[in-house]
């Protein structure tokens, strides 16, 4: 009988037969595997607060994230676009910023001064005058693209990729690009296009001045009117989710 209550005693207690058994605290251990208090990052392919799901189908990332199709053959991307009057900074989530170029190109004709004739000498006047003033050249709206390269980013289906959520000033969705006047790619959601222009080609001026067969000792002037255009070179396009 005291042999049976010994046992009990010791079971009880956690006794191991020395020392007074094991001490154990109230405060429970904490796991490595706990979860952290936010998703640290939505493009780096973890699940940084171990909830299961991670960047673009993590829920705390749905205002920063979005699955987009992948990208079209020939076309990079993805980036987010601006274009207006006040070109803004490109936010941290993007890695690089692109400068497409400009749209909606003003080139006033250049303004001459009047041709003259000099008195006759040999056959012949001098012709002087034409001088051309050429007004700057101005463009309606610049263009900045914030592109971003997240290629660990996961939590989209089949062939999306997770990429950075595009909000105001930019345009409302995601875009891809390509250099030159180019179609935007059928058969996918990239169908709003836009098209910039990063170079100018200017001849704008005003047109030798003349001077007619002398008639006595004076010769009718011509010529030294406005010349020349400005024309957009280097485009590139944009293609957009609308």
């Given at each position: 009988m005291r042999f049976a209550l010994a046992v009990v005693?010791?079971?009880?207690?956690?006794?191991?037969?020395?020392?007074?058994?094991?001490?154990?605290?109230?405060?429970?251990?904490?796991?490595?595997?706990?979860?952290?208090?936010?998703?640290?990052?939505?493009?780096?392919?973890?699940?940084d607060d171990h909830n299961g799901v991670a960047d673009c189908a993590e829920p705390s990332c749905a205002p920063f994230a979005a699955c987009v199709p992948e990208l079209p053959a020939?076309?990079?991307?993805?980036?987010?676009?601006?274009?207006?009057?006040?070109?803004?900074?490109?936010?941290?989530?993007?890695?690089?910023?692109?400068?497409?170029?400009?749209?909606g190109l003003t080139a006033a004709?250049?303004?001459?001064?009047?041709?003259?004739?000099?008195?006759?000498?040999?056959?012949?006047?001098?012709?002087?005058?034409?001088v051309a003033t050429v007004?700057?050249?101005?463009?309606?709206?610049?263009?900045?693209?914030?592109?971003?390269?997240?290629?660990d980013a996961t939590g989209c289906t089949g062939t999306d990729s997770c990429q950075p959520k595009v909000?105001?000033?930019?345009?409302?969705?995601?875009?891809?690009?390509?250099?030159?006047?180019?179609?935007?790619?059928?058969?996918t959601v990239f169908t709003e296009r836009h098209v910039f222009y990063a170079g100018l080609f200017d001849t704008r001026g005003c047109a030798a001045c003349t001077c007619g067969t002398p008639s006595g000792n004076a010769?009718?002037?011509?010529?030294?009117?406005?010349?020349?255009?400005?024309m957009q070179l280097q485009p590139s396009t944009y293609c957009c989710i609308p």
């Open positions: 005693w010791l079971a009880a207690c956690g006794g191991n037969g020395g020392g007074g058994g094991d001490a154990r605290s109230d405060t429970p251990e904490v796991s490595i595997d706990a979860p952290d208090p936010t998703e640290t990052s939505c493009f780096d392919g973890l699940d020939g076309w990079d991307g993805y980036a987010a676009l601006y274009d207006g009057t006040a070109a803004p900074t490109c936010p941290g989530v993007f890695t690089s910023t692109l400068a497409p170029g400009n749209v004709a250049a303004s001459c001064t009047a041709c003259a004739c000099g008195a006759a000498s040999g056959g012949a006047c001098p012709a002087s005058g034409g007004p700057p050249a101005t463009w309606a709206t610049t263009a900045v693209a914030c592109e971003g390269s997240y290629p909000g105001a000033p930019f345009h409302s969705g995601t875009c891809i690009h390509q250099i030159g006047d180019m179609a935007c790619p059928a058969q010769c009718a002037s011509g010529g030294g009117g406005p010349s020349g255009s400005a």
